[in-house]
């Protein structure tokens, strides 16, 4: 009973996290401005720690909600993409910003993994690892590989082309990689489906103005209308998600596309203005790469612990950590990133 108690509160939070404060703008200016797409990422942020859950410690609620929790991951490498379009065409790119660009990367990362190999050696009394503080993230390792695929593009010297050849070499790895896991030849983590958020991204700043216009009239109408859409297409992928590319990949792809539409949409008009969404986007990216490692050495520690009571705590010490990581991640990329300039 208190594991459902606690995730009820949980819900509520993510609820009031999304809704306190919400205002009414019908200026435009706010439209995924810094503020509300940072606000956004601290919502989602906490919907993937709430799916992420190791298995003994999930319950009906969390299974329910982890279906689509991947569109938060859709989400992050939406942003990616929009603030690289958005930073480059205000300048031109250099090896200089590239290098910064990878530091802010990797510099939490390393200092994750730092925190990771020391305190389990010193609370679980594992062998201290060297090598596992260079590794990185998986999901990181997408994230560059759409970035390597951006420069790669833009450096071919077709400037009108050049999106589209992003495009299309995300495409092309995407669906090799998923072939590939689906025939047991790929064994690690697949972020197949959600690195299209990375050509949702390049989409959305290349149609920004007239995605705004679109929503000016017809606002409610519309978004009753992608909410419909998102909501069939979810009763569908629930019923054909273990289906091979139609529900595990098309739908799913669609389907994400579609949530982040509807929401992009309700933020033409709705702007998210409370300080716990934007703090928590702030540490977000912290949040991503702690989460795992936390959920690992709570459950280490404390083994008889309700899975609600589990939660809770993982969650808090989740991010107190970040906030920690993402200060001296701060100080170390700013001196990095000053030598660079």
């Known amino acids: 009973m208190s594991t459902y108690i606690i995730m009820f509160i949980l819900l509520l939070f993510l609820l009031f996290e999304l ?14 401005d810094l503020q509300n797409s940072t606000a956004m990422r601290g919502f989602w942020c906490l919907i993937i720690v709430l799916v992420h859950t190791p298995t003994p410690y999930q319950n009906t ?24 379009s958005l930073t480059n065409s205000k300048k031109k790119y250099n ?72 495009c299309l070499l995300i495409i092309v790895f995407s669906l090799t990689i998923y072939i590939l896991q689906k025939s047991n030849h ?11 958020g990375f050509i949702w991204g390049i989409l959305l700043f290349v149609l920004f103005n007239k995605f705004k216009s679109y929503f000016k009239t017809n606002w409610f109408t519309k978004n009753i209308i992608l909410g419909l859409v998102s909501l069939i297409l979810g009763v569908t992928y629930l019923k054909t998600k273990y289906i091979f590319f139609f529900g595990g990949y098309f739908i799913k792809i669609i389907l994400g596309l579609s949530i982040l539409l509807f929401m992009l949409a309700l933020n033409t008009k709705l702007s998210i203005e409370n300080k716990i969404t934007l703090f928590l ?21 404390f083994k008889s612990i309700e899975s609600g009571f589990y939660l809770l705590l993982s969650i808090i010490i989740t991010v107190l950590l970040s906030i ?10 700013n001196i990095l990133c000053s030598s660079n300039k």
């Open 281 to 301: 986007g702030k540490i977000s990216y912290e949040i991503y790469l702690i989460h795992g490692f936390i959920f690992t050495l709570v459950s280490r520690i």
């Open 19 to 32: 809704c306190y404060k919400i205002k009414w703008n019908d200026s435009e200016d706010h439209f995924f």
């Open 61 to 84: 609620i969390q299974d329910m909600i982890g279906s689509f929790a991947y569109v938060g991951v859709t989400y992050f490498f939406l942003t990616s993409a929009y603030g690289l």
């Open 324 to 333: 920690i990581v993402n200060y001296i991640s701060k100080k170390i990329i």
């Open 95 to 166: 090896i200089m910003l590239w290098k910064n660009r990878f530091i802010k990367l990797l510099i939490p990362c390393f200092i994750v993994n730092i925190i990771s190999v020391f305190s389990t050696a010193l609370l679980l009394h594992n062998p201290i690892n060297i090598p596992n503080i260079f590794k990185i993230n998986q999901w990181v390792i997408w994230l560059i590989i759409a970035y390597i695929f951006w420069i790669m593009s833009h450096q071919c010297n077709l400037s009108k082309y050049s999106n589209h050849l992003t």
């Open 186 to 196: 790929y064994h690690y983590n697949s972020w197949a489906p959600e690195i299209y």
